[in-house]
């Protein structure tokens, strides 16, 4: 059994930097594609950044340029640099990852992953 965990979130201001963590237990880390998602409220649940085996990564074009996703195998941990953080960018932060042993494909659907944090709150005022 998979179990992701999120942290990282908070309160912070316009421009100001976070970097979320998802720790992963279970499954092969190293082997599965993972993302990050996020859900502000009232709208759908969107992505914001997937990386795949071989850690190839993309983004939505929102987060481009600010964003950067990663991952240490070593120890079995997902993260999501936020940089000049924006307001819209106020959600609640999903981390997922596939079951199946990935290839060099990010995934962009919600439908495409597996398991799913419980999510970590970040809020940006203006």
């Known amino acids: 059994q998979v179990h992701l965990v999120e942290s990282g979130g908070g309160l912070v201001q316009a421009g100001d930097s976070l970097r979320l963590s998802c720790a992963r237990s279970g499954g092969s880390f190293r082997n599965s594609a993972m993302g990050w998602f996020r859900q502000a409220p009232g709208k759908e649940r969107e992505f914001v950044a997937g990386?795949?085996?071989?850690?190839?990564?993309d983004y939505v074009d929102s987060a481009k340029g600010r964003f950067a996703i990663s991952r240490d195998n070593a120890k079995s941990t997902l993260y999501l640099q936020m940089n000049s953080l924006k307001p819209e960018d106020t959600a609640l932060y999903y981390c997922a990852a596939r079951a199946t042993v990935g290839t060099g494909y990010v995934y962009r659907g919600d439908t495409d992953y597996h398991y799913w944090g419980q999510g970590t709150q970040v809020t940006v005022s203006s």
């Open positions: 990386i795949s085996w071989g850690d190839n990564t």
